[in-house]
């Protein structure tokens, strides 16, 4: 079956932007999770929905935000882009009997200027 | 709060050399453990996972050992390949938070 698909891949930005990342779960999968990737910071857990409500959140100012859809499709957003936000933004998708193994896509890298 | 700590790359070996990315945890519950695998340019890649004390997780001739004793997860490797140059990420997720913690990872380079 088809991976998680994130679009789109590469975008690039200037600071005070906002940006909107997208994610498409695996088939049948209701949680998606978001990750933040920085050769500085590694990788940081934004954020995670099931069923459309927001279940877990990480340590991130209120700028990241996200929402899902009831096709369980997810989209995370950015506003007022900072440089260091410039980073790759993974996400994963899971389903409750997998004993927590998260599949993830190929992440949509953010460059801001 | 949780972490995970790894020891630092990059690890560079010889094909057919043994290979041990050493890996420890602190948390509070009892999490489950787990090994990723970041090929250049792509996304992440579960290798292995042990969901419970003594488990060993094993793949693709990975092999991690769940040590609860030495709160350890230490990933090995009898004969590395050259296609097994990435980067490996340990990470744990605690009892009823699906929420992943990792490592800062480590880069293996294998040389022909």
């Known amino acids: 079956k088809a991976g998680v698909t994130q679009t789109p891949r590469y975008l690039i930005k200037t600071r005070g932007q906002q940006v909107t990342l997208s994610c498409s779960p695996i088939s049948g999968h209701r949680s998606v999770s978001w990750y933040q990737q920085t050769p500085g910071q590694g990788l940081q857990f934004l954020f995670e929905y099931f069923s459309e409500t927001q279940r877990n959140k990480g340590n991130f100012p209120g700028r990241f935000s996200g929402r899902q859809f009831s096709n369980s499709r997810s989209e995370m957003n950015v506003s007022t882009l900072e440089l260091g936000d410039s980073a790759l933004y993974l996400c994963?998708?899971?389903?409750?009997?997998?004993?927590?193994?998260?599949?993830f896509g190929e992440g949509s890298r953010l460059t801001v200027l | 709060g949780d972490s995970v700590t790894q020891m630092e790359g990059p690890v560079t070996l010889s094909e057919e050399a043994f290979l041990t990315i050493n890996c420890t945890y602190t948390?509070?519950?009892?999490?489950?453990l787990f090994w990723y695998v970041q090929y250049p340019g792509e996304g992440l890649q579960l290798l292995l996972k042990?969901?419970?004390?003594?488990d060993k997780g094993s793949n693709k001739g990975f092999e991690a050992t769940y040590r609860k004793e030495t709160t350890s997860f230490h990933l090995e490797k009898g004969s590395v390949q050259v296609s097994d140059s990435a980067v490996y990420f340990c990470?744990?997720?605690?009892?009823?938070?699906?929420?992943?913690?990792f490592g800062s990872g480590t880069r293996l380079q294998v040389q022909p």
């Open positions: 042990a969901t419970k004390a003594d």
């Open positions: 990470a744990l997720m605690d009892t009823g938070r699906r929420a992943l913690t």
């Open positions: 994963a998708s899971s389903s409750l009997g997998d004993d927590g193994e998260l599949f």
């Open positions: 948390a509070t519950g009892y999490p489950s």
